[in-house]
Nanobody
Framework: QVQLGESGGGFVQAGGSLRLSCAAS????????MGWFRQAPGKEREFVAT???????YYADSVKGRFTISRDNAKNTVYLQMNSLKPEDTAVYYC????????????????WGQGTQVTVSS
């Protein structure tokens, strides 16, 4: 099990960029698949991106080409670089981890952070 804490959220104008960070505790981080999910007001939480222990990355179609997920195992941290932000990217962004495989559904992930708010103005 790992404990996760997100940072880097904030307020940005459309077309701008933000980088989210998720710091993890525990010595097993390097073997984890790490994902980012988001939840907009009144909507269900949705998959954004994930990166496996072997650095394979997968993205939701809505963010492909604009967002980049990466990890630094030496720092126990996963990042989400968000470029060309749109108002529809406004949401609470959650970091999640799993030691078992990977997936686009939140049911695959066991450990979750508290979330960080991202607000994109038009």
């Amino acid at each position: 099990q790992v404990q996760l804490g997100e940072s880097g959220g904030g307020f940005v104008q459309a077309g701008g960029s933000l980088r989210l960070s998720c710091a993890a505790s525990g010595r097993t981080f390097s073997s984890y698949t790490m994902g980012w999910f988001r939840q907009a007001p009144g909507k269900e939480r949705e998959f954004v991106a994930t990166i496996t222990w072997s650095d394979r990355a997968y993205y939701a179609d809505s963010v492909k080409g604009r967002f980049t997920i990466s990890r630094d195992n030496a720092k126990n941290t996963v990042y989400l670089q968000m470029n060309s932000l749109k108002p529809e990217d406004t949401a609470v962004y959650y970091c999640a981890g799993t030691p078992y495989g990977w997936g686009r559904s939140e049911i695959h992930y066991f450990d979750w952070g508290q979330g960080t708010q991202v607000t994109v103005s038009s």
